[in-house]
């Protein structure tokens, strides 16, 4: 059975990239929770294309501009996307922000004289299903934090770090660690993900400052063997059959990171 890290909730993190349009990116060592409103429409964004922001299934949902905006659409436009630009192309976009959350919703994209929407199904028709993804793999990624990603609602749930490494988690997490999820700080982090031509993504189950200082966020079924069962997600390479379960309670607030 083709993956889905389903034992990390993923449906929560993958729906809502974040995105900085009409607002300069926060400023470094800013993070955090931002104040929710309702999103207002006829955003629009523009700007040359720097990285595919990339999910742990291998999937592009956001672009991140040299601006330092970001741009999120629905995984199941990833191919039709990634046929319209590359890194590098110039693109406009238009969309939903909400006041004072630095997210932009893609509606429509224009690049290279194409043009995108994301229309909604028709009364009375599913949405498109997901793309199967392809197998997971265990991943570990550490270094600088270059940028924090959001969702719609201003919450922190990922980063990319200075090698362009995504690590995503949910946004509970990110309040939990939001002391050292600033712009400049060191991360380690350990989980699942999926290494390509478009980038490393990889969902966390463990976080740190440095590699031996990375303790467990998610029980789930774990990367290392022990009461929850051995192996990780399902159908991550190396893993058994067994469904997943779910996360074990969250561990108690890491110490903040020492003075500098």
Same mark, same amino acid.
């Given at each position: ?120 199904? =028709?009364? /009375?028709?599913? $949405?498109? !299903? *997901?793309?199967? +993804?392809?197998? &997971?793999? @265990?991943?570990? #990624? ?93 159908? =991550?390479? /190396?893993?058994? $059959?067994? !469904? *997943?379960?779910? +996360?074990?309670? &969250?561990? @108690?607030?890491? #110490? ?5």
């Amino acid at each position: 059975m083709t993956p889905r890290i389903t034992f990390l909730a993923a449906a929560c993190l993958l729906a809502g990239s974040a995105a900085f349009a009409q607002m300069p990116p926060p400023p470094p060592g800013a993070g955090g929770p931002l104040p929710a409103a309702a999103p207002q429409a006829g955003t629009v964004a523009s700007g040359r294309v720097q990285q595919w922001l990339v999910n742990p299934n291998g999937e592009a949902d956001g672009l991140l501009l040299a601006d330092g905006t970001q741009v999120a659409f629905a995984p199941h436009l990833s191919a039709a996307v990634m046929q319209m630009l590359k890194p590098g192309d110039t693109v406009q976009v238009s969309g939903w922000r909400a006041p004072n959350v630095p997210v932009v919703r893609m509606q429509s994209l224009v690049a290279n004289g194409r043009s995108l929407t994301d229309q909604p199904p =028709a009364p /009375g028709m599913a $949405p498109p !299903p *997901p793309r199967e +993804p392809g197998a &997971l793999s @265990a991943l570990s #990624a550490g270094g600088r934090i270059e940028r924090l990603l959001y969702n719609d609602r201003g919450d922190v749930h990922g980063v990319v770090l200075a090698d362009k490494t995504i690590v995503r988690f949910p946004p509970h997490i990110g309040a939990m660690y939001g002391a050292q999820l600033q712009a400049g700080a060191q991360l380690h982090a350990r989980g699942w993900g999926t290494r390509g031509a478009q980038g490393t993504a990889l969902e966390a189950t463990s976080l740190g400052q440095t590699a031996d200082t990375v303790r467990e966020v998610f029980g789930g079924p774990g990367l290392e063997p022990g009461p929850r069962g051995p192996g990780g997600p399902r159908g =991550a390479r /190396g893993a058994g $059959p067994t !469904p *997943p379960t779910p +996360p074990a309670p &969250l561990m @108690a607030p890491p #110490a903040p990171l020492p003075a500098s």
